[in-house]
C-alpha cells in the first residue's frame, strides 16, 4: 500500500492538496483532519484551502500558524470575528473562552450569533461553526468568565492571547495574567463607531497605561452600545497583529496605541 | 502659552472638535480636563504630541493635546 506521504505528494496538484485529497487521506490512514494537515505542510506542500494566503503567508509561515496555540478571551462581538478568523488564517488551535450564551442584543454584530442559536453557549457556537469551516483546527470551548484564579489553566500552553473582554477589570486581570505566564498580548476595545487596540509583550503595561484613570464602570460602550462594523474592523486588526506575531513578523503594534474613529474615518497613532 | 485642544467621540458633544486656546505657564493636563467638565473617570488615552500621557503632565507652548474617551467594550 502506499505510504502516507506519498499518498499526499500524488494527489497534489502542483503544491495544493485539495480538500478531498486531504478528506481520503483521513479515511485511508486512519488519521486526525490536524494530522494530515500537520504532515501535508511538513512536506512543503499546502492545504488548497490556504492557496490565496501565500502571497502574504509561506507554507513555512503556514506550518507555523498550524502548530500555534491562541486563546480568544470573549467570544461575543470582537471575540466571535478573531475566532473565525484565526480558524480561516489557519491557526492550529484555538482555545475560545466565554461564560455567556447568546442573546438577542446580540443578533446586530456578533457573527457567531443567530436566531437559532439564541440561549445557547457562545463557545459552543465557536466550536460548531469552526468545525464546519476548518476541521483541521482545534477548538478548545470553556464557558467560564475569564478571572486570575482560572488563568493559568485556561492560558496552559498558549503562545499568544487575544483580548476580546467587554469589561476593564477583566481586561485588566488578563493583561497581568499575561504577564505573570510570559504570553505577549493583542488588546481591543470598542464602543460606538470608536475602538482601540494594541500590542503587549510580558512585563509591559500597555493595557495598564489605557486604563491608568479607569476607577469603575464601563467606558463608552454603556451610552453608545456597538454596531455592527466596529467589532468587525477591530477584530480584524487585532487578527493581523496576531498573524504578525504568530508568524515573526516585526513591525506590529509594540509600544503604539491605535485609536479609531469610524464616524470621522481616523486613525490615531498614540505611542506608549 | 498656546495649547491646541483635540477632542474625540462623546467628549465633543457639547465642546468642541479642536481649538487652540490659551493657558498660563505651568498648565498641566488636568488643568484642562477640569476646565473642560470633563469627568476624570470618562478619560480614556491622554496624549500630548502623540504619547499617551499622565494628568499631571505640564504642556509646553504649541503642544497638541488630544483626549480620548474610554472605551472598554467587545
Known amino acids: 500500500m502506499e505510504g502516507f506521504d506519498e499518498f499526499l505528494a500524488s494527489g497534489a496538484v502542483g503544491d495544493l492538496v485539495p480538500w478531498g485529497v486531504q478528506r481520503s487521506a483521513m479515511e485511508r490512514f486512519s488519521?486526525?483532519?490536524?494530522?494530515?494537515?500537520?504532515?501535508?505542510?511538513?512536506?512543503?506542500?499546502?492545504?488548497?484551502?490556504?492557496?490565496?494566503?501565500?502571497?502574504?503567508?509561506?507554507?513555512?509561515?503556514?506550518?507555523?500558524?498550524?502548530?500555534?496555540?491562541?486563546?480568544?478571551?470573549?467570544?461575543?462581538?470582537?471575540?466571535?470575528?478573531?475566532v473565525e478568523q484565526l480558524a480561516r488564517l489557519g491557526v492550529g488551535t484555538l482555545v475560545a473562552v466565554d461564560p455567556d450564551v447568546f442573546e438577542e442584543h446580540n443578533l446586530n454584530r456578533q457573527i457567531l450569533s443567530s436566531i437559532a442559536e439564541l440561549g445557547k453557549s457562545k463557545v459552543a457556537a465557536a466550536l460548531a461553526r469552526i468545525g464546519s469551516i476548518n476541521p483541521a483546527v482545534t477548538v478548545t470551548p470553556h464557558q467560564v468568565a475569564f478571572t486570575e484564579s482560572n488563568a493559568s489553566e485556561l492560558l496552559e500552553g498558549v503562545g499568544l492571547v487575544v483580548d476580546a473582554l467587554d469589561n476593564i477589570p477583566s481586561r485588566l486581570a488578563?493583561?497581568?495574567?499575561?504577564?505573570?505566564?510570559?504570553?505577549?498580548?493583542?488588546?481591543?476595545?470598542?464602543?460606538?463607531?470608536?475602538?482601540?487596540?494594541?500590542?503587549?509583550?510580558?512585563?509591559?503595561?500597555?493595557?495598564?497605561?489605557?486604563?491608568?484613570?479607569?476607577?469603575?464602570?464601563?467606558?463608552?460602550?454603556?451610552?453608545?452600545?456597538?454596531?455592527?462594523?466596529?467589532?468587525?474592523?477591530?477584530?480584524?486588526?487585532?487578527?493581523?497583529?496576531?498573524?504578525?506575531?504568530?508568524?515573526?513578523?516585526?513591525?506590529?503594534?509594540?509600544?503604539?496605541?491605535?485609536?479609531?474613529?469610524l464616524h470621522a474615518m481616523e486613525f490615531h497613532e498614540t505611542g506608549l | 502659552m498656546k495649547i491646541t485642544v483635540k477632542l474625540f467621540a462623546t467628549f465633543q458633544k457639547g465642546r468642541f472638535v479642536m481649538q487652540t486656546r490659551e493657558y498660563p505657564p505651568g498648565t498641566v493636563v488636568d488643568d484642562i480636563i477640569a476646565e473642560l467638565s470633563i469627568p476624570r473617570e470618562s478619560l480614556g488615552i491622554v496624549m500630548v504630541n502623540h504619547r499617551h500621557v499622565e494628568l499631571e503632565r505640564e504642556l509646553a507652548d504649541g503642544d497638541t493635546l488630544a483626549i480620548f474617551p474610554l472605551v472598554g467594550g467587545g
Open chain 1, 174 to 261: 488578563l493583561s497581568d495574567a499575561c504577564t505573570r505566564l510570559g504570553i505577549p498580548l493583542v488588546h481591543g476595545a470598542i464602543g460606538g463607531w470608536y475602538g482601540h487596540l494594541t500590542t503587549q509583550f510580558p512585563g509591559e503595561e500597555a493595557v495598564r497605561s489605557i486604563y491608568r484613570n479607569w476607577s469603575s464602570g464601563k467606558g463608552v460602550e454603556q451610552q453608545l452600545g456597538n454596531p455592527s462594523f466596529t467589532p468587525a474592523v477591530v477584530a480584524s486588526l487585532q487578527v493581523a497583529e496576531a498573524c504578525k506575531l504568530l508568524i515573526g513578523e516585526e513591525r506590529h503594534l509594540r509600544g503604539r496605541i491605535l485609536s479609531l474613529d
Open chain 1, 31 to 82: 488519521r486526525s483532519c490536524a494530522e494530515v494537515e500537520e504532515r501535508i505542510l511538513s512536506l512543503d506542500l499546502l492545504p488548497a484551502r490556504y492557496q490565496r494566503n501565500r502571497q502574504t503567508i509561506s507554507t513555512a509561515g503556514q506550518l507555523r500558524l498550524f502548530r500555534s496555540r491562541v486563546a480568544v478571551i470573549g467570544c461575543g462581538g470582537l471575540g466571535g470575528y478573531v
